[in-house]
T-cell receptor, first 116, second 113 residues
Framework: AQTVTQSQPEMSVQEAETVTLSCTYD???????LFWYKQPPSRQMILVIR??????QNATENRFSVNFQKAAKSFSLKISDSQLGDAAMYFCAYRSHNNAGNMLTFGGGTRLMVKP | NAGVMQNPRHLVRRRGQEARLRCSPM?????VYWYRQLPEEGLKFMVY????????ESGMPKERFSAEFPKEGPSILRIQQVVRGDSAAYFC???????????FGQGTRLTVV
C-alpha cells in the first residue's frame, strides 16, 4: 500500500517571502499522480497543483511550483510571494495510475501560517 | 453548474443514534468517493461508488457503516449506532469517470455527544 508523509506539522512564512512544504511517499508503482491540496478554515478541499510521475518537468501554477524527485520519492511544494490568503492546511496526496477509480492517499497535512 | 453539495454541513448525534450524510455530485458525475477526516489528520478514503454499485469499500469500517448511490437521488453515507470515535469531518468527491480528477464538497462535520 502507498503511504504519504508530511514531516512538518506547522510552517510559518512572512508575507511576500517564499516557503517550501515537504512531502515524501512510498510506492512500488512506476506510474502515478501526485497532488497538493489546500484546505482553508472553510474546510473546502482546493486542488493547488498536480504532477504526473512520467513527466520530468516540474509542474507550476502561478506562485505555486513543485520539486518532484522521483528517485527520492519526494514532492515538495514551493509557494512564492506568500499572501495572507495562503494560510491554510496543505495536504500532499498520491493517486495510483493503475487502480480503477481515482482514490487518493493523503498525508497528515502541514498548517501554514502567514505573518503580515 | 453547482459544485458537489453535501448536507447537512453540521450534524450532532447522541451515542447510539444513526447518522445519515448526503452527497449530491456535480451534474454529469456518476462516480462518488467518501473520505473521513479525523481531527488534526489527513483525509482517509472510505468507499468508491458508481450509480447503484459499490466499486471499492476497502476503507470502510466493517460494522455500522454503509454507503449507497441510488439511480436517482444523492449518495448516502449511513452510520448506525454512532460512537464518540465517529466524530469527524466526512467529505464527498465526485468525478465524471474513473480517471478525471474528482471535485470535493465542503464536508459534513459529525459530532457525537
Amino acid at each position: 500500500a502507498q503511504t504519504v508523509t508530511q514531516s512538518q506539522p506547522e510552517m510559518s512564512v512572512q508575507e511576500a517571502e517564499t516557503v517550501t512544504l515537504s512531502c515524501t511517499y512510498d510506492t512500488s508503482e512506476s506510474d502515478y499522480y501526485l497532488f497538493w491540496y489546500k484546505q482553508p478554515p472553510s474546510r473546502q478541499m482546493i486542488l493547488v497543483i498536480r504532477q504526473e510521475a512520467y513527466k520530468q518537468q516540474n509542474a507550476t501554477e502561478n506562485r505555486f511550483s513543485v520539486n518532484f524527485q522521483k528517485a527520492a520519492k519526494s514532492f515538495s511544494l514551493k509557494i512564492s510571494d506568500s499572501q495572507l490568503g495562503d494560510a491554510a492546511m496543505y495536504f500532499c496526496a498520491y493517486r495510483s495510475h493503475n487502480n480503477a477509480g481515482n482514490m487518493l492517499t493523503f498525508g497528515g497535512g502541514t498548517r501554514l501560517m502567514v505573518k503580515p | 453548474n453547482a459544485g458537489v453539495m453535501q448536507n447537512p454541513r453540521h450534524l450532532v448525534r447522541r451515542r447510539g443514534q444513526e447518522a445519515r450524510l448526503r452527497c449530491s455530485p456535480m451534474k454529469g458525475h456518476s462516480h462518488v468517493y467518501w473520505y473521513r477526516q479525523l481531527p488534526e489528520e489527513g483525509l482517509k478514503f472510505m468507499v468508491y461508488l458508481q450509480k447503484e454499485n459499490i466499486i471499492d469499500e476497502s476503507g470502510m469500517p466493517k460494522e455500522r457503516f454503509s454507503a449507497e448511490f441510488p439511480k436517482e437521488g444523492p449518495s448516502i453515507l449511513r452510520i448506525q449506532q454512532v460512537v464518540r470515535g465517529d466524530s469527524a469531518a466526512y467529505f464527498c468527491a465526485s468525478s465524471p469517470d474513473s480517471n478525471t480528477e474528482a471535485f470535493f464538497g465542503q464536508g459534513t462535520r459529525l459530532t457525537v455527544v
